[in-house]
């Protein structure tokens, strides 16, 4: 983002006090090792937009199929959907369907990480490589072809597997 940019990547709550959605909220927060809330803002953003260009493809039956292929390409390459997802499912997306094809996310779940708060340290330290790049940014979005690619940036000292900040599943 551009500075002095005005552009938001998030709606904030209509309703500012509701005492179930902020429980609701700070669970998703604490769960997913986020900074704040506005992480997950952008996550209910970013699933409102799929929603609405799901509803936008299901209402023009037919005019524009190569576009209803190309949006659950995309959603699928990410991991998002599974191959037999039609857009009726895109639907029933939840926001930790979205908050899981998160980098940080990505790196606790496959045991590089004890906390998701330490997968987020450790990518933000430059310890994590995807596809051999060095990756700084715990909101980038990863491919599901590509996840496999993930590891410890060779020259990182949390490369050696005897390291104590080391994931107990590495050893």
């Not at 995807?130 to 060779?154: C, H, I, N, W, Y």
Request: charged share 30%; no cysteine.
């Amino acid at each position: 983002m551009a500075l002095g940019s005005n552009t938001k990547f998030y709606e904030t709550p209509n309703h500012p006090f509701q005492g179930e959605r902020i429980a609701d909220e700070s669970n998703l927060v604490s769960r997913y090792g986020l900074k704040n809330k506005e992480e997950l803002w952008r996550a209910q953003s970013e699933l409102r937009g799929y929603r609405r260009e799901a509803r936008k493809l299901l209402g023009s039956a037919g005019e524009h199929e190569t576009e209803a292929e190309e949006f659950l390409a995309r959603l699928k390459r990410y991991g998002t959907l599974n191959e037999q997802d039609t857009l009726d499912d895109v639907l029933s997306l939840d926001v930790t369907d979205v908050l899981e094809r998160r980098l940080q996310t990505v790196v606790y779940r496959k045991g590089y990480a004890n906390t998701a708060e330490q997968a987020r340290q450790f990518i933000v330290h430059g310890h994590i490589t995807l596809e051999g790049q060095r990756v700084t940014r715990p909101s980038m979005k990863v491919e599901a072809g590509v996840e496999s690619t993930l590891g410890f940036d060779e020259n990182s000292s949390l490369a050696d597997e005897l390291h104590p900040e080391r994931a107990e599943a590495q050893e």
